[in-house]
């Protein structure tokens, strides 16, 4: 079995880390699981590499020469829309929250397991292949009120005027919009979205709703669509019905 699942494990993944053991580790470990990695040890090589390996997920040192992790983030996030994780300091906790308001899907504490790392990897590219073929099916616009959800050509539209949403963000509206009214706890939502079979940091479903307000609501301090249950969680109501 094990077998079969390298056999099928063609994904890209590029590796951007300026400490080489760590880097080559990365490149060990992941490579050992079947994956195609490069490894860029600079912002300027990282984004050189991104633009000619194109993969399907990048794993981003915060602390690179020439450009910091957050703006290779940005500017990786101005043409591409893979997977980004960062690799943070354990104790920076600044780093963490701006790297996911850049568009980075998650974050990875150094030092960091080989287990955890894998497992973070592995479902933010089993998102990608297994959220398609959940929408498919479906082939129905989802309207809340002057939003639109369109699952078949992954966009959201508000009255009638796309919204530029990153993978990550499509994939938390689409799921809150499925089942609206109900309120999501944000464990339930590291799992049904992000596809961790743990529970996570969920600061990482905060700043990604954050993100979505700023993007989709008039005003994101009074949101319409996106709303919070007060310790509980999150959902998606109708804007003509009550909180």
């Known amino acids: 079995m094990q077998e079969t699942e390298r056999m099928e494990m063609d994904e890209k993944i590029l590796v951007v880390d300026d400490e080489q053991p760590i880097a080559d580790i990365l490149d060990f470990n992941l490579k050992k699981e079947g994956f195609e990695v490069e490894v860029a040890y600079d912002g300027n ?7 000619e390996f194109v993969p399907d997920l990048v794993l981003l040192d915060i602390m690179l020469p020439h450009k910091d992790g957050m703006e290779v983030c ?17 104790d920076a906790e600044i780093d963490k929250v701006l790297g996911l308001e850049l568009g980075a899907d998650d974050y990875v504490t150094k030092p960091f397991s080989n ?19 959940e929408t498919s099916s479906k082939q129905k616009l989802i309207e809340v009120g002057g939003l639109t959800v369109d699952p078949d050509a992954y966009l959201v539209s508000k009255r009638g005027e796309p919204v530029d949403l990153t993978h990550r963000e499509f994939e938390l509206i689409h799921y809150l919009a499925r089942h609206i009214g109900q309120v999501m706890t944000r464990e339930h939502l590291l ?3 992000w ?6 940091d969920v ?4 700043v990604t709703v954050r993100r979505l307000r700023e993007k989709v609501e008039d005003n994101p301090s009074y949101p319409m669509w996106i709303v ?16």
Do not use: C, S, W
Not at 195 to 200: E, K, L, P, R, V
């Open 45 to 51: 090589e990282a984004l050189e590499k991104v633009h």
């Open 74 to 90: 940005r500017e990786i996030r101005k043409y591409f829309d893979m997977p980004i994780i960062m690799l943070t300091a354990k």
């Open 115 to 133: 287990r955890e790392l894998l497992a973070r990897v592995k479902a933010n590219l089993r998102r990608l292949q297994t959220v398609p073929e």
């Open 191 to 193: 799992q049904a979205v």
């Open 195 to 200: 596809g961790y079979d743990y529970f996570g």
């Open 203 to 206: 600061r990482t479903v905060d």
């Open 228 to 243: 919070t249950r007060r310790g509980v969680g999150y959902y998606v109501k109708h804007p003509e019905q009550e909180k």
